[in-house]
């Protein structure tokens, strides 16, 4: 008796067409091999788009694949095999390059063509015939020599698939053609078990690479996995076949003799990984239930697939090729599967609900982290607790204050040095009308008062003529504007008049404005004429006049200079207001924003270092809370008194809200990882030897 499962995810496009996205072998079983393989869907993710046309015709994709690489390919039974394992490409050959799912990956056509490999060296090579490779091994076994044999197996193997391997894909064409560095050019595992039946046993010899299983089961024993997966600890594979240049891979060659009556099977990762199974108590329980629900190996294969169907979605196939030995009839198996199967519920099932429905484990651990989390969120909303925040205070209080002085002082400088270049400019603009604010300022005695009224009389001489001048050119502008109208009409009327008759065209207008213009426009240019010749009186007034201000001003600020410093620390401090007089707007305007600068410097300065040190020490409160605060609620929560009271009390009334207790699950975890040990010592036993 025998069974194989395959199931592949699939989508089915608009038109009917169903796309198989499998990377696994087709399994295989027949009466000298058993034998499953998983084409790498990760690290072989090469889509290759090359392929010779010939591999989607199915009586050409042998020759397309093996012609001239093998000796001999008209075995039936292998180029049915080779045949049927393409289907799937041939479904898709009118739109394989459709749509990138479409196309194949490279553990497809690793898993394969590989498998074909190992049954052509089994068909044809006479020293792989069960009957001839067993008597050979218990010779070399007599001769002490059987751990050299199996490791020369291994390696002409090794050999003769990657020969093969590179040769096939060569002459399909299938090359690396991933943008990606590192990923594997035909990547697959292989189990494959070659056995010879005895009276009460069975001889297998296993040829493996990669993560794939060789199981056994029988009535004692139950489930036993054979060989360990080659895997680091993190899952990525530490031995598979590929067919890289450069790269390297082993076979691993194992022989066993089993009792009888048995099982063997092998099987890919889609079916023991799945999500459903915790522990491979699951996955027998599944095969020993199916058993029993079905009358004969062909619908336990068909329940088989649809449960991965359902429950093999974590990968993208579930393969298993399955062999029974010694087992009358399917009815003999199904009656010693039904009594391991009580062995099981006795034993395991029974010693603690939802043995195999929850991971206990994993749960304790979940709820340990969820404790974490929990301490976590409690340290978050303590953070605006009153006592706490009073207690972070009070513990970086001498370093804040450090730190806020330091900050303190590198900030002011900066402050400083702006301010005093405000007031430099100030007291540079105090100096040029020095006079006038000290005429403004109330505590100005007589003697200092009269020396600045003389320069301020010069100084009104000036405003007056600036004002004369200021007029003047007021008036030279309305003047021009009334010419200006004055001939726009005049021209106005010649252009209304048409075109002349006679040399005098106005008899009734003879213009009479016209001289009064010319006189106008005679006085403007005069005017301009003065002031480009320097010759306008009331410019040389203003000019004198300002020269006499400017010196006396300079002069005065040279007599008393204490005057200016005086003067300008009176305006900063807003004792003088701003005197107009004698200082056009863009003085007065400068001065201004000085002052304001200075105003505002002073004002920074004031409140810089308390609000530095505010800020100093909610930014050193909230880091000393962030940084121990899980520390010093589990202290205080596991007993620490070292802590004021108000703090224990507000982390104590805060972590009460939020407690969770575990019940009864860690005794739960305990008793479920004790019964999978206990059972893991038979599935485990092969792999330990």
Not at 164 to 179: G, Q, R, T, V
Not at 418 to 439: C, S, Y
Request: proline letters at 2%; glycine letters at 6%; hydrophobic letters at 35%.
């Amino acid at each position: 008796m025998e069974l194989t499962v395959y199931r592949q995810a699939s989508k089915t496009r608009p038109d009917g067409t169903v796309v198989y996205k499998g990377e696994d072998a087709r399994p295989y079983v027949d009466d000298s091999l058993i034998m499953a393989a998983d084409g790498l869907g990760g690290a072989a993710a090469i889509r290759h788009t090359k392929i010779v046309p010939e591999l989607f015709e199915e009586d050409k994709v042998v020759d397309a694949l093996f012609g001239r690489v093998m000796d001999d390919i008209s075995d039936e039974v292998f180029q049915k095999y080779v045949k049927d394992s393409f289907s799937e490409l041939r479904s898709v050959k009118d739109i394989y390059m459709d749509n990138v799912n479409n196309i194949k990956k490279s553990g497809y056509f690793a898993s394969r063509i590989v498998t074909a490999i190992v049954l052509r060296a089994v068909r044809s090579e006479r020293d792989l015939k069960p009957e001839n490779l067993f008597a050979e091994l218990e010779k070399q076994e007599k001769a002490g020599k059987r751990e050299e044999f199996l490791k020369g197996l291994g390696e002409w193997f090794r050999e003769e698939i990657k020969k093969k391997l590179c040769k096939a894909a060569e002459k399909a064409n299938i090359i690396y053609e991933s943008a990606y560095a590192g990923l594997a050019l035909l990547g697959t595992t292989l189990t494959a078990g070659i056995y010879r039946e005895n009276k009460d046993s069975v001889d297998v010899l296993y040829v493996t690479a990669g993560d794939s299983r060789p199981y056994i089961w029988d009535k004692e024993d139950g489930l036993c996995q054979i060989i360990a997966d080659e895997e680091r600890s993190d899952g990525g594979m530490t031995n598979y076949i590929r067919a890289d240049e450069g790269s390297d891979f082993t076979i691993k060659c194992t022989a066993w003799n089993f009792r009888k009556p048995c099982v063997l099977f092998n099987s890919s990762d889609g079916c023991f990984d799945s999500g459903y199974f915790i522990h491979p108590m699951a996955f027998e329980k599944l095969l020993l239930e199916t058993a029993g629900e079905s009358k004969d190996t062909e619908e336990m294969a068909a329940k088989l697939t649809e449960f991965f169907l359902e429950y093999g979605r974590h990968d993208d196939s579930s393969t298993i090729a399955m062999k029974f030995f010694g087992y009358s009839d399917f009815a003999d198996f199904k009656k010693a599967a039904a009594e391991r199967l009580a062995f099981i519920e006795k034993n395991y099932l029974s010693e603690l609900d939802g043995l195999l429905q929850h991971d206990y484990g994993a749960e304790l651990e979940q709820l340990n982290a969820d404790k974490e989390k929990q301490l976590a969120a409690l340290c978050g909303e303590l953070a605006e607790n009153e006592a706490i925040d009073r207690f972070c205070r009070e513990s970086v209080d001498e370093y804040s204050h450090k730190a806020a002085k330091d900050k303190f002082e590198d900030a002011a400088a900066e402050i400083r040095e702006k301010a005093e270049k405000a007031r430099r400019n100030i007291l540079r603009e105090a100096q040029k009308h020095i006079t006038g604010f000290v005429m403004a300022d109330e505590k100005t005695d007589d003697d200092r008062r009269s020396a600045a009224g003389k320069v301020q009389s010069a100084g009104e001489h000036y405003r007056s003529s600036a004002d004369s001048y200021l007029k003047q050119l007021r008036q030279q502008s309305d003047a021009v504007s009334e010419t200006a109208k004055q001939l726009s009409d005049m021209i106005a009327r010649v252009s209304d008049a048409g075109i002349p008759e006679s040399m005098k065209p106005f008899p009734e207008d003879d213009l009479a404005e016209l001289k009064s213009c010319e006189a106008s426009i005679a006085s403007l240019f005069g005017f301009l004429g003065s002031l480009r010749s320097g010759k306008n009186p009331t410019v040389r007034s203003i000019v004198q006049k300002r020269t006499e201000y400017d010196s006396g001003n300079k002069k005065y600020a040279e007599k008393y200079p204490d005057d200016a410093e005086r003067i300008a620390e009176a305006l900063i401090s807003g004792d003088i207001s701003l005197d107009k007089s004698a200082m056009d707007e863009e003085e007065r305007q400068i001065l201004e924003t000085m002052l304001e600068i200075v105003r505002a410097q002073e004002e920074e300065l004031g409140s810089l270092e308390e609000s530095l040190l505010k800020e100093a020490l909610d930014k050193y409160s909230a880091e000393f809370w962030k940084n121990n605060s899980l520390d010093i609620v589990k202290k205080i929560l596991n007993g620490d008194t070292s802590f004021p009271e108000d703090v224990t009390k507000a982390v104590r009334e805060a972590a009460s809200a939020s407690e969770e207790e575990a019940g009864e699950l860690p005794s739960k975890a305990e008793l479920q990882s004790q019964l999978f040990g206990e059972y893991d010592e038979t599935y485990e036993k092969y792999m330990d030897l």
